[in-house]
């Protein structure tokens, strides 16, 4: 995964977005979708795109601080998800926040 397409998905996951349970068309891969706008975290494919949107959001909290919250969420559904494929699914997005989490925090 290339580091641009990373840091999109994070930017996605940041301001809200979720995690498709439809897999990439194109390489089966994870996609988040926010607003509308499905981003394979994979490939970098957005098939569903539409539109970008940019706006520029108070940045109150620390961008830590959200990827644990968001982390925390993930984590929940991890433990309530019984498809063996969400799981997996799920557990790939805990990696790349667990990742993400420890490179900011050095
Ligand atoms: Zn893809």
Known sequence: MSDEIRKRAIEMLLSGATLLSEPCPYCKGVRVMKDGDALCV?????????????????QNESPVKKLEEKLQIMTDELSEENDVEKQQNILKTINLL????????K
């Open 42 to 58: 994979s490939c970098g494919k957005s098939p569903d795109k539409e539109l970008e949107k940019k706006k520029d959001e108070p």
């Open 98 to 105: 667990v990742d993400t989490i420890s490179k900011m925090k």
